[in-house]
């Protein structure tokens, strides 16, 4: 019998379809003298639920393992994203918010990176943002944020406060959440009747095409479709009026929902849904078959590290990113394997990878000494990495990718 749970959308039975086994918090990079007989573990697994078709992990992490004073990814540390998210904003300007005295709130702002840009606009707005230490890199930005999760009582406040707003808007934030309920009501007493509440997150369409398994770990609790986030909104008041396809992070969806009633529906809503229905996405067959790919992928992987460490050849990581604990924990990735993972983010540096302890170091260590091989573990910004590291290519280094195969370039 297949292990179930509960549809944290719809109370309806969440059947498994993916084991990924004893895995850590993905962001909880410890220093080298910590007591690893502490170390958080949990079971990670996913699964497809038979009544909304959302497809959710099957256990989840407490919210205050993962988000506090020392969440230490930043969203500014990719000069692409600092661009897309600009872009966002200026959009949001132009269009949601020309009413006189706009107000625009977002869920999980980080260090700001978006805000920032309503800040100098001179734009009412608020970040709301558990994490302590990235809440205050926004703040000495000249952004407005307050230091808490994003739910019910939150949202109420915030209205009692500052009134109603004109956008909410979260990016790779509202599938981290789940007790979705609560934080859609909120969404519903924030919100203006005229107002729409635009999220972004990775896309279930694109992670079953590509086999980007590693979006699945402790902080990302929801993989959404148009369909299952439809059937989310309609529960509760809202309803789906437009969806965009965006490159960023492998492949993401931009939804934007508005109170039931209030807008009508764009045609890309119609056209992703029924793209959705002719490929079967979240059908239990093509979710057994993405499993059965990352299967293949664990192994290839493995393989080649094994013979290039049998051949004596330097191979390094690249990018400790969050989504990299899953496959260093699936794969068995270790210090033996891969000697170190060079990453940007001080926070980071001087610190060991969850549950596979590889020394995270600067890009200068990288650079003091190519390796033969660099396995990119931040795929998603393989373009803005490789262009920055060419010398490395120029000295033969090669790269590893492991997304949607494994591959040597
Ligand atoms: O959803 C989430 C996304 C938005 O961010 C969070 N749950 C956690 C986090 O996930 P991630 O760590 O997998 O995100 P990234 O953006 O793929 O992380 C990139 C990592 O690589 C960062 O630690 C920064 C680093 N980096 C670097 O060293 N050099 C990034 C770039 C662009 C670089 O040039
Ligand atoms: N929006 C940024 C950050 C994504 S990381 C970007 O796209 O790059 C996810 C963020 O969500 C973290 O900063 C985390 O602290 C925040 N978060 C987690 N739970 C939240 C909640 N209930 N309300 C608001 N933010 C939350
Ligand atoms: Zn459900």
Redesign the pocket.
Known sequence: MPSTSQCRVCGDQVTEFFDFGRQPLSDAFHTPGFDFEKEFFFRLAVGLCQGCTMVQLMEEVP?DN??HEE?P?H?SGSAY?REH?EGLAKRLLATELTADDPFVV?????DG??LKVMAESGVRHLG????GG?ADVAAAKGVRVRK????ESTAKEIAAEDGRADVIY????LC??PYMES?LSGVRALLKPTGVFVFEDPYLGDIVERTSFDQIYD?HFFFFTARSVREMAARNGLELVDVERLPVHGGEVRYTLAPAGERTPSQAVADLLRDEAESGLAEPATLQEFGRKVTVIRDDLTGLLRRLKDEGKKVVAYGATAKSATVTNLCGITPDLVSFVCDTTPAKQGRVTPGTHIPVVTPDTFAADYPDYALLFAWNHADEIMAKEQAFRDAGGKWILYVPDVRIV
């Open positions: 919210r993962m988000f969440y990814y969203s994203m998210f977002e869920l999980g702002c980080n990176v978006m709301v943002e558990p994490s990235v808490s999760f994003f739910e979260a990016a790779n934030t981290h959440i934080v902080e």
